[in-house]
């Protein structure tokens, strides 16, 4: 995990209503940083999005209120195109950083 104030502004996108034939494409057309809000069945929201480090993985965050019982849960401000979410996002072993108004900003 590397330190600093690196930034990236990212994108909403819609990761999950594709054919993506393979790992390669998603990694091509979804881009780190790149994010959807989605809801499940049961009504929890999720926030999926591409981590910003080296992993590049994609990766779901539960969003409050929390539905499925959820350990860990984010506070959202609701805008789907720049969005706020507390605390900061720690993707252990990988990035750890904040994402406010669309930005996200490595701690």
């Keep these: 995990m590397s330190s600093g104030t ?9 990761i ?6 393979n790992d390669s494409e998603v990694r091509r057309s979804v881009l780190p940083g790149d994010f959807e809000v989605k809801t499940e069945p049961s009504g929890q ?3 999926w999005f591409r981590c910003p480090g080296p992993c590049g993985c994609v990766a779901p965050l539960a969003l409050r ?3 499925n019982g959820a350990a ?4 959202f401000d609701g ?3 720049a969005p706020t979410l507390h605390p900061s996002i720690n993707h252990v072993g990988c990035w750890h950083g904040w994402l406010k108004a669309g930005v ?3 701690c």
Excluded: G
Excluded at 6 to 14: E, H
Excluded at 72 to 75: G, I
């Design 6 to 14: 690196r930034t990236l502004a990212r994108r909403a996108v819609d």
């Design 16 to 21: 999950f209503d594709r054919s993506w034939s």
């Design 45 to 47: 929201r999720q926030f």
């Design 79 to 81: 805008n789907e195109k």
């Design 104 to 106: 996200f900003t490595e």
């Design 65 to 67: 209120p929390v539905v």
């Design 72 to 75: 860990q849960s984010w506070e």
